[in-house]
């Protein structure tokens, strides 16, 4: 079993910043992938950013430049650091972790950027 535990969501203004974390624990052996997606209301689940155990990391056109993603190996643990948030950042941001070829999905925390 693979737990993913997810803070640092919740209300910013337009141009405000926030720093999502998600811890993993459990069975982790082989950690490809670790990540962030987010969906909004009436829309996909898309892609934020995400970054592999060697330091590879792909941003969705819409954050590049506004966002940074990181990971601490040590501790499994990935960060999201997101600036100048705006109104159409608003969503639930879900943690992903690719272990061997098995995905696992955090629970979701909700952002809202609004004045």
């Known amino acids: 079993q693979v737990q993913l535990v997810e803070s640092g969501g919740g209300l910013v203004q337009p ?3 926030l720093t999502l974390s998600c811890a993993a624990s ?3 052996f082989r950690i490809t992938v670790m990540g962030w997606y987010r969906q909004a ?3 996909q689940r898309e892609l934020v950013a995400a970054i592999t155990g060697s ?3 792909n ?3 819409s954050v ?3 966002v940074t993603i990181s990971r601490d190996n040590a ?3 990935v960060y999201l650091q997101m600036n100048s948030l705006q109104p159409e950042d608003t969503a639930v941001y879900y943690c992903h972790l690719k272990v061997g070829i098995v995905n696992y999905w955090g629970q979701g925390t909700q952002v809202t950027v609004s004045s």
């Open 41 to 43: 209301p009436g829309k």
């Open 75 to 77: 501790k499994n643990t």
């Open 55 to 57: 330091g590879t990391v």
């Open 64 to 66: 590049k430049g506004r």
């Open 26 to 28: 459990g069975s982790i």
């Open 15 to 17: 141009g405000g910043s």
């Open 59 to 61: 941003y969705a056109n």
